[in-house]
Structure formats: structure tokens, C-alpha cells
């Protein structure tokens, strides 16, 4: 799995922060936004915060259903996902304030998209 952008392109650069032993924080900037991602080794969750771009996930395999589960209010939503191999995952999103439902939905059978009208800052949490 992974997370990238819609108005990613070859202008993408990929910068580097706090590189530690077993953690560092990768960016991947556009001149319209950014995604940057703290990763550490042996993580249970892997977390993308969007800031003015619209947020896109893809896999390998392909996406069998992306289904909202849960609210809590307007500060969390939980979607499920299936997998083409019977797993499920399941996807957190913390959306920008005024928007307190942010979708997500299977624009293809390997890619998951937001709404690109709600861009700003989110946050997506999902399994390594």
C-alpha cells in the first residue's frame, strides 16, 4: 500500500527529516502541497498528513469494498476496507475542521481518492 497525491508529478520532490536510527519523517513536496509521513520501524499504523493536495492510496491488490463504518463526529471517520486477497484493513481519517465527513471512494480497482474540493490539511492511518 501506498499514499501519493493526485497533483503529484515529476516537479515531486522527496525530502528527508529527523532521520534517526529506527525513525524519520518523509515529505514528499509540491509546489501546491505536501504529504509528509513519520515513519518508524515497527510501527502498527502508518500515518499521512495531506496539506493542500488531494489524498490517494493505492495497492497491488485490488479493492474489493471501501465501506464507513464509524463516526465520531466531526473529528474522525473509519472506513473498511477489503482486499482482493480477503483481508480487511481498516482506514482512519481525521479531516479538516468544517469537514466533518471526509470521503474517500474506489476510483479504480487499485486506487482510493478524496474529494479534491476538501483539500487542506487530513489525516490518514492505516496499517503498515
Known sequence: MGFSAEEFDEWTTLELEGLDLFTV?????HAEGSL????????????AMFKNVTPKIVTQLNFTSV??????????TQL????????????????????PHFPLWQD?????????????????QTPP
Open 25 to 29: 519523517v518523509v515529505s514528499l513536496v
Open 67 to 76: 465501506t464507513p463504518t464509524y463516526y465520531i463526529h466531526e473529528t474522525l
Open 36 to 47: 509528509t509521513m513519520p515513519l518508524a520501524q515497527g510501527q502498527g499504523f502508518n500515518t
Open 80 to 99: 473498511e476496507v477489503k482486499l482482493s486477497d480477503n483481508s480487511t484493513w481498516y482506514i482512519f481519517v481525521s479531516p479538516n475542521p468544517g469537514f
Open 108 to 124: 479504480d480497482p487499485t486506487t482510493i481518492l478524496a474529494d479534491p474540493l476538501r483539500r487542506g490539511y487530513s489525516n490518514l
